[in-house]
């Protein structure tokens, strides 16, 4: 009776490992994708125990499926305090293209582990129009049969630039509103040469948004052309006085990877294909904020605040 007992509590601190297994199944993918562009959308299964069947693809008539599923399976295992527990994952891999830009969402996918059926999460994808510099540098080369190209970005003022935005260019004194700096590349940058140079908001309140560590870059059309950009800077701020305020230029210094060669149809591309360092220095534009006097006529209670 004594050993039965034993085996029971053994049972009960070992069948939560085996049998309450911890199953997710997740849909991942590019946040934003260009029309035309191949792009991967996986979805992966985890579990304890069990592999996961019956797995279904969910209808898409947004996008062509190039090719797909690649299914990859992995088995891990460790031990804690002399108890083993293992973690199943299957990975289900497409290859997609957008057909039209805008912003789309991909239903669930299903799949069955055991007699219990699991959808992953929806997924919302932003589809950016194709670069229209790249289009026609593409009809360009064709209609040249193939012959060598210059490279369509050389670190000019448009292939790599800041610029300040604003929520509001009109706005009531006390109101508050958001100016952003964020940097706009269609090439490679090397690093910041130095830290950047915000300007002072002489004129208004200013409070600083916290910015992560890292920063991190994401695909954007502007002027028809797709730009990396990162946004360096956000603060809201609350004009002091009515009239016309501008906000001053922000500085940033770069380096930035150029082509110093024209690409030639040889044997001897790869020694002709060159890129060096080039340090430019990045100018945003000031803007210029209409601020509007208060109403008269404001109750005594009034303190100052405007907006949300």
Do not use: H, W
């Not at 009776?1 to 034993?6: G, S, Y």
């Not at 007699?115 to 009809?139: F, H, M, R, T």
């Amino acid at each position: 009776m004594r050993k039965l007992f034993f085996l029971f509590i053994i049972f009960c601190l070992v069948s939560p490992v085996i049998f309450g297994q911890n199953i997710t199944f997740v849909g991942t993918t590019e946040k934003v994708v260009v029309v035309g562009q191949q792009f991967r959308l996986s979805y992966t299964l985890t579990t304890g125990s069990e592999k996961g069947k019956d797995f279904r693809f969910p209808d898409i008539k947004d996008f062509n499926v190039i090719f797909g599923p690649t299914i990859s399976d992995g088995l891990y295992s460790q031990y804690i305090n002399g108890v083993q527990s293992t973690q199943i994952t299957s990975s289900y891999i497409y290859v997609l293209t957008a057909k039209s830009e805008g912003t789309f969402t991909i239903p669930p996918a299903t799949i069955k582990v055991g007699n219990s059926e699991y959808k992953s999460n929806e997924i919302s994808i932003k589809v950016l129009p194709p670069d229209k510099a790249a289009q026609a540098v593409a009809a360009n080369s064709d209609q040249q049969g193939g012959d060598g190209q210059t490279s369509a970005t050389d670190g000019s003022s448009n292939d790599v630039f800041v610029r300040a935005q604003v929520s509001k260019n009109s706005v009531y004194e006390n109101e508050g509103f958001l100016v952003t700096f964020k940097l706009y590349t269609l090439i490679r940058i090397s690093g910041p040469d130095g830290a950047p140079k915000f300007p002072e908001y002489d004129g208004f309140v200013a409070q600083e948004i916290d910015m992560p560590a890292n920063v991190q870059m994401t695909l954007e059309n502007y002027n028809g052309r797709n730009y990396q950009t990162a946004v360096l800077k956000q603060t809201i701020l609350y004009p002091q006085r009515s009239g016309k305020i501008i906000i001053p230029s922000g500085k940033m210094d770069v380096v930035v990877q150029v082509r110093t060669q024209q690409r030639q149809r040889s044997i001897f591309d790869s020694f002709l294909d060159m890129t060096q360092d080039v340090k430019r220095t990045l100018t945003s534009s000031p803007v210029t904020i209409d601020v509007k006097p208060l109403p008269q006529g404001k109750p005594a209670s009034f303190s100052g605040a405007v907006g949300d």
